[in-house]
């Protein structure tokens, strides 16, 4: 029984991440039994799991030991699913959100929410098991080609917190588009999103997807995105980092299946005191698959990224070819960019290349083309573009290309002014 | 006030400490095409340089007038803005940036009352690959990546022919070309000037004169202009040597050494 006291008190403290708040969420969206039972083991773990250790290969150089989890509040459930037209409900395409897919859909959630992303695999996947808020589920049966791309926009309040989940399943054959937006207005205070995408491409199948993170400037956003590849399968990726005040992205590409393939592209540009973390895995685990992998980021100003990525081929998987590649251009002086490849091969009849640059802007190309009549600002917009040129060149959506020019162009152009704690 | 397009005067310039110019005199008129020739180290690049403003060539004394304005404090994009134009002697590889795209950004900068579309600059950019015969080609690739000596100098004077200068200095333009490239890159020249062009060609060699005729002849020896003339003075040089001409100014034994030895057996 709760005191009088303590009930007032509740009225006016708006709930933190607790496990009564897990309780509540529950309860709001009037989940079965088993969900509630998942989501607390979920936060069990969560208040039993130490924050990752910087010393470990996969956090080095991000230093979250000191995260304070208080400063957010529970997450207000929202749903965002994209509309299917008739034609493809007919043919048996389904996009639920987590609340409609835990009652209509029971099955395919059950077999497909966290199968790729365990929630125990660090302590942001088991908050996010615990606070799952804004969950889509989407399955597209053999076959199927869905031409148009599927988009779906998260959202988060100035000091809130949201948990979008994002489970794609398509079936052998079957063609998806599927773009992530992560946005949000700039709040004064601190707001955290804890993100999990999981992929699967069954044989035959092509996937590609498209995360776009332009949170507002207070945003600490942790991802966790892993694609499966079975026979014959395509995923391609994009990772794209604008905004936020932390963003730290695990991307991982499992190749299960013989004859798979994995494009992976990332886009960063980090400003003021942006910090971005990339991890990235290129998992070869079997005969005659292919990865090809390109980061490419900007910096300015006193912002931060890492950049650390792992080839694993294993023992089996002959016929691999891998291919990773990290760029890096640095505006200023006082910004720093780290990269860090990793090779790991158990098999012996394999071909992987990995390199890393992290350069400098050269003042010799900003003063040819200021020779030519051209403001500096300009030239080094010219020189970034051409920078980013290659990767951009290979984004198929041409929606997506032209607003991400347009970033690049802002915040070369942009002073941020706004600081902001991390 | 005089007509001058270019006026430097007493002009001295240090790089990482050193001085490199010790009081260069020098006055251009609107129509006229004039000859820097000097041996390797007198300081004929730095003057170009200087001239479009690069960063890290420090003016210690001296003015330089551009159609009656002091230019010093300029950047280098407001020079250009002005009509200045520099052929570089090793035209900078930009990766990832057109040369297309380069130049239309270059040309709407520089002719801010005149913006042209793509498609627009896209006609006028074929007007100066023609009158240059230029591969059209050239122009959807990277700047000066990839491109051979000859094309990056091509490269150059199409950006000229582009941007219409007023003043154009071509920091030996001639280096590193074949003959064949030489008459084509010197036939662009001349195709651009004009009664309202000052062109300065800076040269080692007398070879790139006998294809663009200069109306003057001057010779920088250890930062200063030893010497003034015409056309014959190239020739002079081109028998005689740098050394000879030292002497007769009255450099020192130090200079002449430092010419000695920049030029080797050349002398």
Same mark, same amino acid.
């Given at each position: 029984?709760?005191?009088?006291? /303590?009930?007032v008190?509740?009225q ?5 991440l ?12 009037d ?5 509630v ?8 773990l ?21 995260f ?15 509309a ?10 389904v ?27 660090h302590?942001?996947t ?5 606070? %799952?808020?804004?969950?889509i ?7 199927? /080609?869905?031409?148009?791309?599927? /988009? ?29 937006r992560f ?11 804890? &993100? ?6 069954r ?5 590609n ?5 332009e ?20 995923v391609?990726? %994009? ?20 004859g ?7 886009l ?10 990339q ?20 910096l300015?100003?006193r &912002?931060?990224?890492?950049y ?9 998987a002959q ?10 251009i ?9 990269? =860090?490849?990793?090779? /790991? ?11 890393a ?34 990767? %951009?060149?290979? =984004? ?11 970033? =690049?162009a ?7 002014? %706004?600081?902001?704690?991390? | ?12 310039v ?8 010790r ?32 960063p890290g ?67 006028y ?10 591969p059209?080609?050239?122009v959807?690739r ?18 000229m022919a ?8 071509m ?27 000052g ?13 663009i ?5 001057h ?5 200063r ?12 040089l ?14 020192s ?5 430092e ?6 057996a050349?002398?």
């Open positions: 029984m709760r005191n009088f006291l /303590e009930q008190k509740d006016f403290t708006a709930d933190k607790t496990r009564e708040s897990v309780v509540k969420l529950s309860d709001q969206l989940e079965p039994g088993w969900l039972e998942r989501r607390l083991g979920a936060f069990d969560f208040d039993k799991l130490d924050l990752p250790d910087p010393k470990g290969e996969e956090w080095r150089y991000t230093d979250v030991r000191r304070d989890f208080d400063r957010f509040e529970a997450p207000v459930p929202t749903s965002s699913t994209p299917l037209t008739d034609d493809l409900v007919a043919k048996g395409v996009v639920a959100d987590f609340n409609s897919a835990a009652r209509q859909h029971q099955d395919l959630l059950r077999e497909h929410f966290f199968t790729e992303v365990p929630v125990d695999e302590k942001f088991a908050l996010h098991g615990a606070f %799952l808020s804004d969950g589920l989407l399955y597209v049966p053999p076959g199927v /080609e869905i031409d148009v791309p599927l /988009e779906v926009w998260r959202n988060v309040e100035g000091g809130g917190s949201t948990f979008p989940h994002t489970t794609v399943v398509v079936d052998e054959q079957a063609v998806v588009t599927f773009v992530d946005k949000s207005d700039d709040y004064a205070a601190a707001s955290l999103c804890a &993100s999990v995408v999981e992929i699967e491409a044989r035959g199948a092509t996937v997807y498209i995360s776009l993170q949170w507002g400037r207070n945003v600490h956003h942790f991802q966790t995105q892993r694609f499966t590849g079975y026979r014959d399968s395509t391609r990726s %994009l990772a794209v980092n604008l905004g936020s005040a932390f963003s730290r992205a695990q991307v991982e590409s499992v190749l299960k299946g013989e798979s393939f994995s494009e992976m592209l990332g960063y540009f980090a400003d003021s005191n942006q910090h971005f973390a991890r990235t895995l290129q998992s070869h685990d079997a005969e005659h698959t292919t990865s090809d992998l390109l980061y490419k980021g900007a300015k100003e &912002s931060r990224s890492e650390s990525g792992l080839i694993k081929v294993s023992k089996g016929g691999t070819d891998a291919y990773q590649a990290n760029r890096n640095v505006l200023s002086e006082d910004a720093v960019a780290r990269s =860090i490849p990793q090779l /790991e091969i158990e098999a012996n009849e394999v071909r992987c290349t990995h390199g640059t992290v350069a400098p802007v050269e003042e010799e190309h900003i003063f040819y083309l200021m020779s030519r009549g051209i403001d500096r600002v300009t030239a080094q917009k010219l020189v970034v573009f051409g920078f980013f040129g290659d990767v %951009l060149d290979r =984004i198929r959506l041409g929606n997506v290309r032209d607003e991400l020019a347009q970033a =690049i802002l915040k070369v152009e942009g002073e941020q002014s %706004l600081e902001v704690a991390s | 006030m005089t007509d001058a397009m270019l006026q430097i005067e007493d002009l001295h240090e790089v990482e400490g050193r001085e490199i110019l009081g260069v005199n020098l006055t251009i008129n609107k129509g006229e095409i004039h000859a820097i020739m000097g041996p390797n180290g007198s300081g004929k690049s730095t003057l170009a340089y200087v001239l479009t403003g690069r060539y420090e003016v210690t004394q001296g003015r330089v007038l551009y159609q009656g304005d002091d230019i010093l404090d300029l950047a280098p994009d407001e020079r250009a803005k002005k009509g200045i134009f520099l052929a570089f002697q090793y035209p900078t590889e930009v990766p990832g940036v057109s040369v297309v795209n380069f130049l239309r950004t270059a040309y709407n900068a520089v002719h801010p009352d005149e913006q042209k579309s793509a498609m627009a600059f896209r006609m950019l074929q007007e100066k690959i023609d009158l240059l015969e230029i059209t080609e050239l959807d990277y700047v000066n990546q990839g491109f051979s000596g000859g094309e990056k100098k091509r490269n150059e004077i199409l950006q582009v941007l219409g200068p007023q003043l154009a200095v920091d030996e333009t001639d280096s590193g070309l074949d003959i064949d490239a030489l008459k084509h890159v010197s036939a662009g020249v001349n195709k651009l000037a004009g009664p309202d062009v062109i300065v060609l800076i040269t080692h060699y007398q070879r790139l004169l006998n294809y005729r200069p109306h003057y002849v010779v920088l020896m250890a930062g202009i030893v010497k003034s003339g015409g056309f014959e003075l190239a020739e002079r081109e028998a005689e040597g740098y050394a000879g001409i030292g002497k007769e100014m009255g450099l034994e130090e200079d002449l050494a010419v000695q030895d920049k030029e080797g050349k002398v």
